[in-house]
């Protein structure tokens, strides 16, 4: 199995919906992080979360919000789905004390689309 | 602020030739810097890293060296197969302030037998 599982893999949806995309992980990793990926763009940081307490925004936060349900489920909402929220998003976690460097360990991704 | 440039793909080799694909950044501390490889359909992979100036990564055939001097962190391989065609990000890790990771925006790769 999958250390880091994103369901669901692939989502058609329309505009103005509400769309949740859910990230469980058998790591044991306390921080978890939610990136979309675009072409030409690489990865965007949106939200972060380094403990269940602990919420934070990154770079292209608009327009989503997050919920850390326990330390393994990090879940990702958009709230009223638009077209140029069309992308492939990833979540990742990792380990690591303050000043720590340990690398992030990725799911498969969710191609969400948006009609 | 932190950036990650890295060169513009596509990069197209023939089986068995070098590869380098560049990267450098911008970074206030002594950042960690990772490269990344993506296959179709799958999420990112670590492929190596280097946590301080003069450190040599190194995985399947892969090498990077931690250049502080010219803020770089170049990919290299010796002889590239046509499995090696994938997506690779360079990223950095920081620790100074709030710790989180910035990547480059991907070079593809794509190796012909």
């Known amino acids: 199995d999958a250390d880091v599982t994103q369901t669901p893999r692939n989502r058609i949806t329309k505009t103005g919906k509400r769309i949740m995309l859910e990230c469980s992980q058998t790591k044991g990793h306390d921080r978890m992080y939610w990136y979309r990926q675009d072409p030409g763009l690489g990865l965007r940081l949106i939200y972060y979360s380094f403990d269940v307490k602990d919420i934070n925004k990154g770079e292209i936060s608009d327009g989503y919000s997050v919920s850390r349900q326990a330390q393994a489920k990090f879940s990702l909402s958009l709230e009223s789905a638009i077209p140029n929220q069309t992308a492939l998003y990833f979540c990742?976690?990792?380990?690591?004390?303050?000043?720590?460097?340990?690398?992030?360990?990725f799911g498969d991704g969710t191609r969400l689309s948006i009609l | 602020g932190d950036s990650v440039t890295q060169m513009e793909g596509p990069v197209t080799l023939s089986e068995e030739a070098f590869l380098t694909i560049n990267c450098t950044y911008t970074?206030?501390?002594?950042?960690?810097l990772f490269w990344y490889v993506q296959y179709p359909g799958e999420g990112l992979q670590l492929l190596l890293k280097a946590t301080k100036a003069d450190d040599k990564g190194s995985n399947k055939g892969f090498e990077a060296t931690y250049r502080k001097e010219t803020t770089s962190f170049h990919l290299e391989k010796g002889s590239v197969q046509v499995s090696d065609s994938a997506v690779y990000f360079c990223?950095?890790?920081?620790?100074?302030?709030?710790?989180?990771?910035?990547f480059g925006t991907g070079t593809r790769l794509k190796v012909l037998a």
């Open positions: 990223a950095l890790g920081r620790t100074s302030g709030t710790y989180k990771y910035i």
């Open positions: 970074a206030t501390g002594y950042p960690s």
């Open positions: 990742a976690t990792s380990d690591g004390t303050p000043r720590s460097n340990q690398p992030q360990h």
